[in-house]
């Protein structure tokens, strides 16, 4: 397949001439206004028109219409982002999602007029609950991060009420998201680092070196950023619980275990999970996210409030849980990717385990295609099969030809596939971390491992050539020290338009 993704000159939309009285105002809206504006305190009242740009509707059609020939998403290729869980998002939820009865609704309408939604909530919170293993789920987080936070204070206000303020340290392995360690270092922990043994797994006997009075729980995620199983979990749950202290999973990684094995059943006690990840709701620009943040035994007396509850005869929103850590975002977190993970997991039904088995099907099918490549290797759990993921290592490429992980994902790029997650986790030496999921056919896995095949070969007969990509993409090689550096990125719009106006080139 001959990839060419489109390459429009398109101008940011400030930058098109602007003045051009495109919709007149009728006079009796602009009396309205006036009338409104004289009743609002006068210091919030604009001085000056909004500096927005004033362009023709066919215009603004066609600059978005380019913009969107220039992307690239799930929905023209794969994106294999290995710990970000790119699915396909089917399009009857989201078709379902957009519903008035679910846009066109406010959080502050009497209970009574929304027992639909807050049904579909309390649902999902009980599936959740049953798919991992936990008494209770909130939907609250807006992502995963939040959910870890929140996670974690649960932990905190918990060890506090059993009086053991002295448990300030939370462990976690080497290989962890970096979510993980920041989540409980703003929650007031310790972070006492692990590292992974060279099966892969966790190293128990590091765990059993560090735990101890201080030791407020770990954080894991099982299967591991390295795609792999932890095969002594349940002695690091009784490690961890032979000290007093908690287990809590970081569930970005389910989708390689999701209907087989529970976090519950693994000995966890605080679980998120991330909706815009297994659960196939939009990530990022398609977001908002949702996270999940579920409870077992103890533990569900300090989940977040409001809970959606039933008391046999309507919904409703709990806010009496005993010693709740209180909020964590706004109303009833974002309902929205709820409807979808609802949508996804009523489709799929019992057959819901068979999503873990594919994905697991596809990155081992993958994976055997890729370890025998010149210039690979496998540096943690050889010879092991991978769960939801696999991370392979080019760093025998890279000294045998100077040819980097970033430069055989820009040469991907060139052949139509987005680039799987680089240099992640740390702990492995240019890698490339792919992550299939169960979306992806066949054909398009074996187009794959056909390309990594060719940039390979040519990394060993003309390594310049894969220096030289992408060449077929909207965007060419970047300038990372400029793409990144703050005086040439703008990060508001605001700031752009200053600079714009400075006439600086940041963008
Ligand atoms: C292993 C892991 N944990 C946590 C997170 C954080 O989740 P979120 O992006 O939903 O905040 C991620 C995100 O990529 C992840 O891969």
């Not at 006079?27 to 909004?50: A, C, H, K, N, W």
């Not at 939907?139 to 936070?149: D, K, Y």
């Not at 999970?273 to 297994?278: F, Q, R």
């Not at 702990?427 to 054909?443: D, F, G, K, N, Q």
Request: net charge negative; with cysteine.
């Amino acid at each position: 397949m001959v990839f060419r993704q489109a390459k429009w000159g398109e101008k940011v939309i400030l930058e098109y001439p602007s003045g051009k009285p495109t919709f007149v105002i009728d006079e009796d809206f602009t009396d309205m206004g006036r009338e409104y504006l004289s009743r609002l305190p006068q210091d919030i009242v604009r001085r000056e028109p909004p500096s927005i740009p004033d362009i023709s509707e066919v215009e603004v059609a066609r600059h978005f219409t380019r913009l969107s020939q220039m992307a690239y998403g799930v929905d023209t290729g794969p994106v294999p982002l290995g710990s970000c869980t790119m699915k396909y998002n089917p399009k009857v939820n989201e078709e379902v999602a957009s519903w008035e009865e679910f846009t066109a609704i406010h959080p502050y309408q009497d209970e009574e007029t929304v027992q639909g939604v807050l049904q579909i909530i309390y649902e999902l919170q009980k599936w959740l609950a049953d798919l991992t293993g936990m008494d209770v789920c909130t939907i609250h987080p807006p992502a995963g991060a939040a959910g870890e936070f929140a996670g974690a204070l649960m932990i905190k206000k918990y060890l506090i009420d059993k009086g053991f303020e002295n448990k300030d340290e939370m462990i976690v392995p080497e290989s962890a998201h970096g979510t993980n360690p920041a989540s409980a270092v703003m929650a007031g922990f310790k972070v006492v680092k692990v590292p992974a043994n060279e099966a892969g797994d966790t190293d128990l006997e590091a765990i059993k070196a560090v735990a101890g009075e201080r030791t407020a729980g770990i954080m894991l995620t099982n299967p591991s950023t390295l795609g792999l199983f932890e095969s002594r979990i349940l002695e690091i749950a009784d490690t961890i619980h032979s000290v007093n202290g908690l287990l809590y999973y970081d569930g970005a990684n389910l989708n390689g275990i999701l209907g087989i094995v529970r976090p519950g059943d693994m000995g966890f006690d605080v679980v998120h999970l991330n909706l815009h990840k297994t659960f196939s709701t939009p990530h990022g620009g398609g977001g908002p996210g949702g996270g999940v943040l579920c409870a077992k035994g103890p533990l569900k007396d300090y989940i977040p409030v409001p809970l959606v509850d039933y008391d046999g005869r309507k919904y409703y929103l709990n806010y009496g849980i005993p010693r709740t850590i209180g909020r964590i975002t706004w109303f009833y977190g974002n309902v929205i990717p709820a409807v979808k993970a609802f949508m996804y997991i009523l489709a799929l039904g019992p057959a819901i385990r068979e999503v873990a088995e594919i994905a697991v099907l596809n990155t081992n099918y993958l994976m055997k295609k890729l370890v025998d490549l010149p210039g690979v290797d496998l540096i943690y759990g050889k010879g092991r099969w991978r769960k939801h993921e696999v991370v392979i290592s080019f760093d025998r490429l890279h000294k045998e030809t100077g040819v980097s992980a970033e430069d055989v994902a820009k040469a991907l790029l060139d052949r139509g596939f987005h680039a799987p997650t680089i240099y992640f986790p740390l702990i492995v030496p240019e890698a490339h971390m792919i992550e299939l999921t169960e979306s992806e056919p066949i054909e398009m896995i074996d187009a794959i491992a056909e390309a990594y095949r060719e940039i390979v070969k040519k990394a060993y007969e003309a390594p310049e050539e894969i220096k030289k990509t992408p060449r077929n993409t909207a965007v060419g090689r970047l300038d990372l020290m400029l793409a990144n550096h703050p005086r040439t990125v703008s990060p508001t719009y605001k700031l752009m338009k200053e600079r714009l106006l400075r006439g600086e080139p940041g963008k």
